[in-house]
């Protein structure tokens, strides 16, 4: 079992920043994908980015490619996600989710493990 827990969510203005963490459980973590994924109101979860955590390799949605970074630190079994020049259609509740493969996917079923998500709220 991998138990994830995400902090670091809030309200911000447009143009902001934020920084998002997830802490996972595991003693294998390095060998995990890790990814972000958002839900905002009336919309369908959409993935945000991903990060294999052994070599660091990554892949971002193009809706946030040059805003978002997504880094690790696997001596803290931690991801996180960096978010720059927020936007109002930003808004959303951001989960943090796990896959206990070295394998990049964008695809939220082949992620096993789910955090239980942390609200970003983007005003204008």
């Known amino acids: 079992q991998v138990q994830l827990v995400e902090s670091g969510g809030g309200l911000v203005q447009a143009g902001g920043s934020l920084r998002l963490s997830c802490v996972a459980s595991?003693?294998?973590?390095?060998?995990?994908?890790m990814g972000w994924f958002r839900q905002g109101p009336g919309k369908e979860r959409e993935f945000v980015a991903a990060?294999?955590?052994?070599?660091?390799?990554?892949e971002y949605a193009d809706s946030v490619k040059g805003r978002f970074t997504i880094s690790r630190d696997n001596a803290k079994n931690t991801v996180y996600l960096q978010m720059n020049s927020l936007k109002p259609e930003d808004t959303a509740v951001y989960c943090c989710a796990a896959r206990t493969a070295p394998v990049v996917t964008t695809r939220a079923y082949e992620y096993g493990y789910w955090g239980q998500g942390t609200q970003v709220t983007v005003s204008s």
């Open positions: 595991g003693r294998t973590f390095s060998h995990y994908t």
């Open positions: 990060i294999r955590c052994i070599d660091g390799r990554t």
